[in-house]
C-alpha cells in the first residue's frame, strides 16, 4: 500500500471506495450523504475529496446520471502537474518534451513489435492524408494526424503511465501553440520523417524506423528554439 511520508494512507478515503468498486463504472456512485454514513466522512470532506477525484479523472458527475467512476487514465494527473509547472517557468515545457523524446526512443521497439496489419493501414492512411493537408491548394498543418500518428505507434503498449504521459505531451504542445507552426519546408521535412518511420514499421526494419524517430525528434527541438525567438 502506498504511504505519505508520515505514514498513513496516500489516497483519500473516496479514492479508496472508487478503487474497491469497479462496478461503479457501469452502476454509478451512491448519493455523498449515503457515502458518508458508509464511510465515516462528513459530506463537506466528502466533496473535497470528490473534486480532487475529478481533476484526477478518476470519476465524472452528471446532473442526471450522478456520479460514476471512469476507467484509470494517468493523463489527467499529469495534465494538471505540468499545467501548473509551465505556468511557473515555459522551460519545463522543454524538460517534460525531453522526458516524452527518451520515453519514445525507449519504447519503440517494443512498440511497434506489436502493432496489427490494421494498425500499418491506419498508420499509412495518416501519413496520406498529412500529404494531402500539406499539397493541397491551401495547405493545412496535419496537426491531428501529426498526434494520432504518434500515439497510434505506441497505442498496443497496454500501458496507462506511458501512454498517460505521451497524451499530455501532446496537450502541452497545443497549449504552448506549436500546433500552429507555419513553416511550410520545416512540416514538409517533418512528414518525410514519418513516412520514413511508417514505412520502416510496415516492412519490419524498426532500426531504420528508430533512426528516423531519433532524427525527426531533432527537428522539434528545432522548433522549440525557433518558437523562443
Sequence with gaps: MLRDKNGTDAISEFMRYLANHEEAESQGLPALTELSRELGVSVASLREQLEVARALGLVEVKPRTGMRRLPYTFRSAVTQSLGYAMRLSRQNFDLYADLRRHLETAYWHEAVRLLTPEDHVELNQLVARAWEKLRGSQPEIPHK????????????LNNPFVTGILEAYWDAYEAVGLHFYTDLNYLEEVWQYHQRMVESICSGDYD????ALTEHTDLIFQLMASSKK
Excluded: D, F, N
Excluded at 146 to 152: C, D, M, N, Y
Excluded at 208 to 211: E, L, R, S, V
Design 145 to 156: 494526424e501529426h498526434r494520432k500518428l504518434h500515439l497510434s505507434i505506441y497505442g498496443r
Design 208 to 211: 531504420a524506423g528508430y533512426q
